[in-house]
T-cell receptor, first 114, second 113 residues
């Protein structure tokens, strides 16, 4: 597609529920990244996918967080048993080469846990 | 891993004045330094970047300088306009094993008319 698409744009969920956030990267981009941005804060790295390599999960804050990328394209970030501190904007980015150059961000999913 | 520090956290300037935002990084192997602008409620967008083999790069009113010895880089915006008001993030990536950008904490720039 023309840009990085994320869905839903907004999600309100009850504490303890599971949520799935979707990212559709730019066609042909081999690298895909998930970041979290809490209100008024910077961008916290969560996970990185590059081609068929094993993902870099070093930024995931707990085992309630997981992500997968099917067919080297669409990615889903899953948060299980959501907590109020999970409330944030979850941003996805893709880049052509995985070398950090040419990051294009999606518009994000604003997650609110009530 | 890489650590990027960004200052100041907030910056207010009068329209037409210059604004300077500074970042330092910790990994001497870092070799790519982009700057992103994020308007309220919108996605971060790349505005300028610099590689480690270059000391300065300009694009109209925006410039970035890099001092590899001191491990710091700066964003300079001249002749600021109200539409420059946004949060600006610096970032870096290492040529080592980490393959994701590490971001600074952001600077809220306000240009006063």
């Amino acid at each position: 597609g023309a840009g990085v698409s994320q869905s839903p744009s907004n999600k309100v969920t009850e504490k303890g529920k599971d949520v799935e956030l979707r990212c559709d990267p730019i066609s042909g981009h081999t690298a895909l990244y998930w970041y979290r941005q809490s209100l008024g804060q910077g961008l916290e790295f969560l996970i990185y996918f590059q081609g068929n390599s094993a993902p870099d999960k070093s930024g995931l804050p707990s085992d309630r967080f997981s992500a997968e990328r099917t067919g080297g394209s669409v990615s889903t970030l899953t948060i299980q048993r959501t907590q109020q501190e999970d409330s944030a904007v979850y941003l996805c980015a893709s880049s052509p080469t995985g070398l950090g150059v040419g990051y294009t961000f999606g518009s994000g999913t604003r997650l609110t846990v009530v | 891993g890489e650590n990027v520090e960004q200052h100041p956290s907030t910056l207010s300037v009068q329209e037409g004045d210059s604004a300077v935002i500074k970042c330092t990084y910790s990994d001497s192997a870092s070799n790519y330094f982009p700057w992103y602008k994020q308007e309220l409620g919108k996605r971060p967008q790349l505005i300028i970047d610099i590689r480690s083999n270059v000391g300065e790069k300009k694009d109209q009113r925006i410039a970035v300088t890099l001092n590899k010895t001191a491990k710091h880089f700066s964003l300079h915006i001249t002749e600021t306009q109200p539409e420059d008001s946004a949060v600006y993030f610096c970032a870096s990536i290492s040529s080592g094993s980490a393959r994701q950008l590490t971001f600074g904490s952001g600077t809220q720039l306000t240009v006063l008319p």
